[in-house]
């Protein structure tokens, strides 16, 4: 079993095709790691571990997954992509493989021009990530041929979501809904916050995560203000609020939710006042999800919102971006945001507040898909719950 659909490989490599095709490129590179893991997985539904490596789309041919030898038996079985090829720049460093097929970026233009693919003139996915060695080795085994970023066109890709893609974001909003529940009863004063992060963690690996795009947050007291507070050994007190997400991928896409809650099961008032300014956010952004909208409009309401109730100096992140193979990935809709929302469309609303003198920090978070004429949640459990008030 593999977690890639070939049918939708084999649409983006020609639509990546076409990016080549109007630009007069002969080849698209596109880097890939554990860590930037999205731009490899769009094409082969696969990451290997330890090692970095790209995929490489000739206009004509086959494409080549470009690797380390520790990963080129785990590509072959489980990646849309099987054609392999090792090389130094991509393995552990150091490390040894005596029976490996491993070559240099010459030798892999020279078996290309064997073949009859002359590349002159190649797009680059992923220059901001792709280290520098990777690049300069390329560039060596490849010289003469120009080099072109096509990091922008290539990664608009990813915006416009299919409908197999939809059914992927919903499945792991569905683990997202089974680790809330687990989640919350684990919270209570004297539980540790890795506790409340096993509870969410595991519902969801029993339930067919394919793995995880954040590192589970729970961030309580004081750690709450640190905007991304992975689980620690911290044990929660009475009376203060814990913040906590999860973001399970099924199928390599991820889901995820956010939410503060009191440690103790109350609230106190000034905590739910907060809160509740929170929500009304949180409603006022969501009304603005629907065809035609950017980030320049949907960001409004709630900004002058926060501003209204002296919020504004506690805002750091803006209150929609998209979700896909990445928790938080572009477009972004924030005040200068100019990408415009289409049917399809997976957007989370993401309501946050930091550095509070006494509440600390916290977060309200779910998705929605946009429809023909606005919007339809991917949890209806959970954007019943935040339309509502605390009382």
């Given at each position: 079993m593999?977690?890639?659909?070939?049918?939708?490989?084999?649409?983006?490599?020609?639509?990546?095709?076409?990016?080549?095709?109007?630009k007069?490129?002969?080849?698209?590179?596109?880097?890939f790691?554990?860590?930037?893991?999205?731009n490899?997985?769009?094409?082969?539904g696969?990451c290997g571990?330890?090692?970095k490596?790209?995929?490489?789309?000739p206009v004509?041919?086959?494409?080549?997954l470009?690797?380390?030898?520790?990963?080129?038996?785990?590509?072959?079985m489980?990646?849309?992509?099987?054609?392999?090829?090792?090389?130094?720049?991509?393995m552990?460093?150091?490390?040894?493989?005596?029976?490996?097929?491993?070559?240099?970026?010459?030798?892999?233009n020279d078996?290309?021009?064997?073949?009859?693919t002359?590349?002159?003139?190649?797009?680059?996915?992923?220059?901001?990530?792709?280290?520098?060695?990777v690049?300069?080795?390329?560039?060596?085994?490849?010289?003469?041929?120009?080099?072109?970023?096509?990091?922008d066109?290539y990664?608009t890709l990813r915006?416009?979501?299919s409908e197999?893609e939809g059914?992927?974001?919903?499945?792991?909003?569905e683990?997202?809904?089974?680790?809330?529940?687990k989640?919350?009863?684990?919270?209570?004063?004297?539980?540790?916050?890795?506790?409340?992060?096993?509870?969410?963690e595991?519902?969801?690996r029993i339930?067919?995560?394919?793995?995880?795009?954040?590192s589970?947050?729970?961030?309580?007291?004081?750690?709450?203000?640190?905007?991304?507070p992975?689980?620690?050994?911290?044990?929660?007190?009475?009376?203060e609020?814990?913040?906590i997400?999860i973001?399970?991928?099924?199928?390599?896409y991820?889901?995820?939710?956010?939410?503060t809650?009191p440690?103790?099961?109350?609230?106190?008032?000034?905590?739910?006042?907060?809160?509740?300014?929170?929500?009304?956010?949180?409603?006022l952004t969501?009304?603005?999800?629907?065809?035609?909208?950017?980030?320049?409009?949907?960001d409004?309401?709630?900004?002058?919102?926060?501003?209204?109730?002296?919020?504004?100096?506690?805002?750091?992140c803006?209150?929609?971006?998209?979700?896909?193979?990445m928790?938080a990935e572009a477009?972004?809709?924030?005040?200068?945001?100019?990408?415009?929302?289409?049917?399809?469309?997976?957007?989370?609303?993401?309501?946050?507040?930091?550095?509070?003198p006494?509440?600390?920090?916290g977060?309200?978070?779910?998705?929605?898909?946009?429809?023909?004429?606005?919007?339809?949640?991917?949890?209806p459990k959970?954007?019943?719950?935040?339309q509502?008030?605390?009382k």
């Amino acid at each position: 079993m593999a977690y890639y659909n070939m049918a939708e490989t084999e649409k983006r490599i020609k639509a990546v095709r076409n990016i080549l095709t109007e630009k007069g490129l002969d080849a698209a590179l596109v880097y890939f790691d554990e860590l930037n893991i999205a731009n490899g997985w769009y094409l082969t539904g696969w990451c290997g571990q330890f090692e970095k490596g790209s995929v490489l789309i000739p206009v004509e041919g086959e494409p080549i997954l470009l690797g380390g030898p520790e990963s080129e038996p785990f590509a072959k079985m489980n990646s849309a992509i099987t054609k392999v090829r090792c090389f130094p720049v991509f393995m552990v460093p150091d490390e040894e493989y005596p029976n490996a097929t491993i070559i240099d970026f010459k030798q892999l233009n020279d078996e290309l021009k064997s073949e009859g693919t002359i590349l002159k003139k190649i797009g680059f996915v992923g220059t901001s990530t792709i280290p520098h060695q990777v690049y300069c080795d390329f560039q060596a085994g490849f010289e003469g041929v120009e080099m072109v970023d096509i990091t922008d066109e290539y990664e608009t890709l990813r915006a416009y979501k299919s409908e197999w893609e939809g059914q992927q974001i919903l499945k792991a909003t569905e683990l997202c809904d089974m680790a809330y529940d687990k989640m919350v009863a684990a919270i209570k004063p004297g539980a540790y916050e890795f506790e409340v992060a096993a509870a969410g963690e595991s519902i969801c690996r029993i339930n067919g995560a394919t793995s995880f795009a954040y590192s589970t947050i729970v961030g309580s007291g004081e750690r709450a203000k640190a905007v991304v507070p992975t689980a620690t050994n911290r044990p929660m007190e009475d009376g203060e609020l814990v913040m906590i997400g999860i973001a399970p991928r099924f199928n390599g896409y991820a889901g995820t939710f956010g939410d503060t809650l009191p440690v103790n099961g109350v609230y106190t008032q000034k905590q739910k006042d907060l809160l509740n300014h929170m929500r009304e956010t949180m409603r006022l952004t969501q009304e603005m999800l629907k065809p035609g909208m950017s980030g320049k409009e949907i960001d409004v309401p709630g900004r002058l919102y926060y501003e209204k109730h002296g919020l504004k100096d506690y805002l750091v992140c803006p209150f929609a971006h998209s979700i896909g193979l990445m928790e938080a990935e572009a477009p972004f809709f924030g005040p200068n945001g100019d990408f415009v929302l289409v049917p399809g469309m997976t957007v989370m609303v993401d309501v946050s507040f930091f550095g509070h003198p006494d509440l600390h920090g916290g977060r309200i978070e779910t998705g929605f898909i946009i429809t023909e004429d606005g919007c339809k949640p991917m949890s209806p459990k959970m954007w019943d719950y935040f339309q509502k008030d605390l009382k």
